[in-house]
């Protein structure tokens, strides 16, 4: 296989194809973690890189606020599981250099392509140079959210910007629930993917955050047949006529067997879900669309989903002193992402104790976002009764608790420890509470640390 590329590469090309594959051993031989190092190497020396990398005749892409990691891997791994040599994303970063440095190893010295598949996950804002020079025949947009206000902007400037992004004739495949990201690039060839009406639905919108308030056409009332949380859902404007679009993917879920039917024009597979979550059941219906999208009928995904060992779920438990302990990303910096769990918490039977670990590297050399996020972010669940005790870790664990307090959690029900490890010996680890350790994507290795010590005292 030699593969497709953009441009036929010159002397730099070549150049920065040979310094880059050459800076991998090199940083490993030096004990560097070869992260995005060679993909800056790459850019440096040619601009444009990617246009010039052969890449193979299956090329996707995925953005989107949330959900955008699970959904590559999950591609990644059912491609690989129905025999595809495949290539992503999955260790760096989602901007140029990251992709690049990924990339590097599905070509040979001599620009050959050496897989079948290529699955990237792209940060919104990287699209405006990743897709002209990638080129995928497939850009799939989870769905777009107000997100970490440092880093990233409001919804409707994030979709305006992918508007002007996103290449003329790309085939997208897009979530049919999302206002505002069901709308993007309306010339461009689209599927539409979407989860019928749940028992779980509301109309009202009960979250701090609600991004599509008015009509996106004419600024009239919308009206919501169903919403799901925020502005997700279906909807209708009562004066112009706007309107949610047509699943060409249709979910229907069944909570009592676990399972999702989807359903499309040329048939129908049911799947086992990854779990209750219902933004899970959101990347599977989204994963399972793509993969239609390939030609790959029902029975050879549900196959292939079958030996895929669910890794993209940031979820994991284990039972500590007769406890169940349940360790869970809660996305910091993204209110959405931490609504979205906060949520699923408080709906899960029994009781619950939590030890929140978010946002936690002020003094590391890291930044430390403000922390305007946690007003945008839905603590009022953490207020139901069945939350029984929520301990409060990190260099912002005072401000975590005046949140908690302002959304009706009862004082004698928060501890504060600054110390994460000594945090995590205030909790009562009572059996038949179950117990949550919430962490963010800065403190993963907090959360082990914190797994490890709790199993230790109760050596
Ligand atoms: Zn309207």
Redesign the pocket.
Known sequence: MSGKSKKRGGLRFWLALWAAKLSVPALKLTGHAATNFPGKVAMKLCPGFLSYMAHPETVIAVTGTNGKTTVANLLLDTLEASGKRVCGNRESSNMYSGVTSALLSSVSVFNKCRVDAEVIEVDEHATRLILPDMDPDLLIVTNLFRDSLMRNAHAEFVASRLDKNIPKGLRLLLNADDLISSGLAPENPRAYFGIEKLDTDVTECVNRINDVR???????R?EFEYRRYHHIGRAK??????ASPDYDYSAKVDKSTGTMTIRDASGAGTYRLLSDAIYDMYNLVSVVGALRQLGMSHEDIGAALSKVKIAGIRRDETTIGGVRVINQLAKDKNSIGCSRVFDYIHSQPGKKELLLMMNSLLDEGHWSENVCWYYDCDYEFLADPSVTHVVCAGPRYKDMKLRLLLAGVPEERISLERDELRASELLYMEPGTDVYLLYGTDTTDTMLQVREHLADLKK
């Open positions: 008015v009509c996106p056409k004419c600024a009239g919308m404007c009562v004066d112009c006529g706007f």
